[in-house]
């Protein structure tokens, strides 16, 4: 039924569960990862319509998990929406270099990420 395919990582499973809820009662087929490296082998699976990923997590961080999903045709151009701690900005320059479409500093609201995700997807689902 759900035609939107969400790829949420965090190494925080209490975000990833807030935030799949959120999508998926809001029409995401939502798929999760616990690290950068299981969401790089999920992305070229899948092919996830936008990826909602944590900056720092162990084995690969966000930041590297965009750099490889930009040097691979399949997934280079995926939405990416980057979620960080406070006090972990990225620099402007190194955003436009990787593409990412949206920083949210934690703490978030779910309701901001999905608002997020609609903007950035150019679409508005209805609120729940």
């Known amino acids: 039924m759900s035609d939107k ?3 949420v990582v965090d190494d925080e499973i209490h ?14 087929d939502v798929t999760t990862a616990e690290n950068g490296a299981v969401a790089l082998e999920i992305a070229k699976q899948d092919t996830p ?3 909602v990923t944590d900056y720092q997590m162990p084995v690969m961080t966000g ?3 965009i750099e490889n999903l930009r040097a691979d045709d399949q997934t280079r151009d995926i939405p990416v ?16 270099e990787l593409k990412i479409s949206a920083c949210l500093s934690k703490p ?21």
């Open 81 to 96: 929406i980057m979620l960080t701690a406070r006090g972990f900005a990225i620099e402007e320059d190194k955003r436009q």
């Open 63 to 65: 930041l590297e998990l």
């Open 5 to 7: 395919k969400a790829l």
């Open 49 to 51: 319509d936008i990826i």
């Open 108 to 128: 978030f609201s779910p309701r901001e990420v999905l608002q997020t995700i609609e903007e950035v997807m150019g679409q508005t689902a209805s609120p729940q």
């Open 15 to 28: 975000i990833v569960q807030v935030v799949a809820i959120k999508l998926r009662n809001n029409g995401f």
